[in-house]
């Protein structure tokens, strides 16, 4: 077995217990920025201790790092801000499980933004996937009870965060690729850590930014929810190394496409955290969805 396979399951499975910590913070206490800020104070100064303790371990030393780090890594860390605000926001809108579907719909954007910007060709077979994950998207989307035609129901508010987290992540996985491979120097989780060292540090510091800009006291309310808020601290530092360590090892849409095992995880802990159930329609989406994915690994 590769791997860059059970880094990537156990990335997926940290981010599934984040994503609910974050979940609990901003039903109860935080805004979403303040809950999206969480994930990074906490974690950020722990990664920069392991990031440092490695490379004098390792004696690997200070990295040199390129000008074209510098860009990736940027692309990287907003977009991935974004894609966790609307993640958190749209817990708001619709359950756990379908929240983390949307989410991976990242996969498929990340087929469309490699065909646009870099010129990737999508074969009949991808693009027959890619149109499958459509239809499980729409049926994500549609909301019966809200009335009205179909069309406007599929889009409503929890739609378009769903689609913009999953457009967001999909740059931010390869942002993160990007940067780490640059460094050239150093063995793989050397160059991981060191990448998410820079970014989690920088998330930090424009997240800080914007929470004392725009919401004033909002950073004291994260730390006074240190109890939960430390935990999402933890399982996304955990996440990020793995996440990392597996695009540096493996291309961004294979990982995310073995990430889709978050689903499954997420469903769980639907179910048996937060008493949600999943309708027939989900569900249908949820298969639609996933089976879309996994034929266009098999095809890519």
């Known amino acids: 077995m590769d791997l860059w396979i059970p880094i990537t399951i156990g990335a997926a ?91 991976k719909t990242e996969v498929l954007l990340s087929a469309l933004i490699g065909f646009v910007i870099l010129g990737d060709l999508i074969s009949g077979a991808a693009l027959f996937a890619i149109l499958l994950g459509l239809f499980g998207v729409l049926l994500l989307s549609d909301v019966p009870a809200m009335g009205g035609r179909f069309y406007q129901r599929i889009w409503n508010r929890g739609t378009a965060l769903g689609l913009a987290s999953g457009l967001a992540f999909g740059f931010s996985g390869n942002g993160y690729r990007g940067a780490s491979l640059s ?38 309310r994260v730390l006074g929810a240190w109890r939960v808020a430390s935990l999402v601290g933890l399982s996304s530092m955990a996440g990020s190394i793995c996440w990392f360590t597996a695009f540096t090892l493996q291309t961004v849409a294979y990982v995310n496409a073995l990430g889709q095992i978050e689903l499954l995880f997420s469903l769980m802990v639907g179910a048996f955290v937060f008493g949600e159930n999943v309708s027939k329609r989900e569900w249908q989406g949820l298969l639609l969805l996933t089976g879309s994915i996994v034929l266009l690994v098999l095809v890519a």
Not at 195 to 204: D, E, N, S
């Open 13 to 103: 499975l940290a981010q599934t217990v984040r994503f609910m910590l974050q979940k609990q913070l901003k039903s109860t206490k935080l805004s979403t920025a303040g809950a999206t800020f969480a994930r990074f104070i906490y974690s950020a100064p722990l990664v920069a201790i392991g990031a440092i303790i490695y490379a004098t371990t390792s004696g690997q030393g200070a990295p040199d790092i390129p000008n074209a780090f510098w860009g990736y890594a940027i692309l990287g860390g907003t977009s991935q801000i974004i894609g966790t605000a609307c993640v958190v926001a749209l817990f708001a809108h619709r359950n756990f499980a379908v929240g983390i579907t949307f989410k």
């Open 183 to 220: 460094l050239g120097a150093g063995d793989v989780f050397y160059r991981a850590i060191v990448t998410l060292a820079v970014v989690t540090a920088f998330q930090t510091a424009i997240m800080a930014i914007w929470l004392v800009w725009r919401e004033r006291g909002e950073i004291s």
